[in-house]
Nanobody, 118 residues
Framework: QVQVVESGGGLVQSGGSLNLSCAAS????????VYWYRQGPGKQRELIAF??????????NYADSVKGRFTISRDDAKNTVSLQMNKLKPEDTAIYYC?????????WGQGTQVTVSS
């Protein structure tokens, strides 16, 4: 069982920045692929970024909606993945969820709210 906890959400003005953190339990964190999803009001959950396991180069991948503004990174010594969000827009308002894939099974956090005011 992998425990996943997100943090770092909040209220920010348009054009501002936030850094979200995803902490996950487990001694094999470096083997996890970690995903960030978001779900805005009245919208479907959307995959916005993921980072591959270390053995696959820890490569970040992004949805077009956030490419160039968001950066995903991992610190396997701390069992965390961060999502640096810059140039935030009101349409980025959503609950942001971290999902960890461990040996084919997905583990989700409870989500963290991000609100961007215009």
């Amino acid at each position: 069982q992998v425990q996943v906890v997100e943090s770092g959400g909040g209220l920010v003005q348009s054009g501002g920045s936030l850094n979200l953190s995803c902490a996950a339990s487990g001694s094999t964190f470096s083997s996890y692929t970690v995903y960030w999803y978001r779900q805005g009001p009245g919208k479907q959950r959307e995959l916005i970024a993921f980072i591959t396991r270390v053995s696959n180069g820890a490569v970040g991948n992004y949805a077009d909606s956030v490419k160039g503004r968001f950066t995903i990174s991992r610190d396997d010594a701390k069992n965390t993945v961060s999502l640096q969000m810059n140039k935030l827009k009101p349409e980025d308002t959503a609950i942001y969820y971290c999902c960890v894939n461990s040996w084919g099974r997905d583990y989700w956090g409870q989500g963290t709210q991000v609100t961007v005011s215009s």
